[in-house]
């Protein structure tokens, strides 16, 4: 498990590329200052293993599927990269839960000043928007950062001048590909959610709603409805 502090940014030394999969070696300092043969670090927001280490890099391996998720089969050598190990039982939790298990893309539209702060705005698909509630956390290329906005296809974050300047984020432009990971908790609860009406429509039933309230027209979920049944 990873919080989206960035612990430093590396720098892709070598890309390794097989058929569909392939190795990637980065160089890195603070990451590998107690480094252990099949550690976790996040590389991009994407939880790899290392499988072998020096003094000053470490290389792990990429599979099909992480590289169907996110961008990291775009990187080459001299790409910088965010970089975080794992964390320990005992350490701070700065930002908030995050797996390191890409759900998907986003592309960057539009990078904006307002001040001391940055605003990113991001267009991704209807599948990982589904989970984007505004306020909520999100971690873009594995930096814990807070939605400030919400549109129809698109999100935005506002970067404070420590994100900008310890992350790779502003490094990017306009059109750049960012890995993203939803909260976990909205992920559980729309499976869940989704188990539990999907169980009663396979039974010939509607689901229920709580006594003395609604689901509303279409089905409609309410409040009291995700209160009545655990959520």
Known sequence: ??????????????????????????????????VHFGDSIAVNGVCLTVTSFSADEFTADVMPETLKRSNLG?????DPVDLERAMAAGGRFGGHIVSGHIDGVGTITQIRPDQNAVWVTIRTTPDVLALIVQKGSIAIDGVSLTVASLGADTFSVSLIPTTRDETILLRKRPGDLVNLENDVVGKYVQRLLGA????????????????GSSRGSA?????????????
């Not at 775009?74 to 001299?78: D, F, M, P």
Request: proline share 6%; hydrophobic share 45%; aromatic share 4%.
């Open 196 to 211: 539990a009406l999907g169980q009663e429509a396979k039974e010939g039933r509607a689901p229920e709603p709580p006594t």
């Open 1 to 34: 498990m990873f919080t989206g502090i960035v612990e430093e940014v590396g720098t892709v030394r070598r890309v390794l590329p097989s058929a569909r999969a392939g190795k990637i070696v980065i160089a890195a300092k603070k990451v590998l200052s107690d």
């Open 74 to 78: 775009s990187l080459k050598a001299g």
């Open 219 to 231: 089905g409609a979920l309410s409040l009291e409805y995700l209160v009545a049944n655990g959520f």
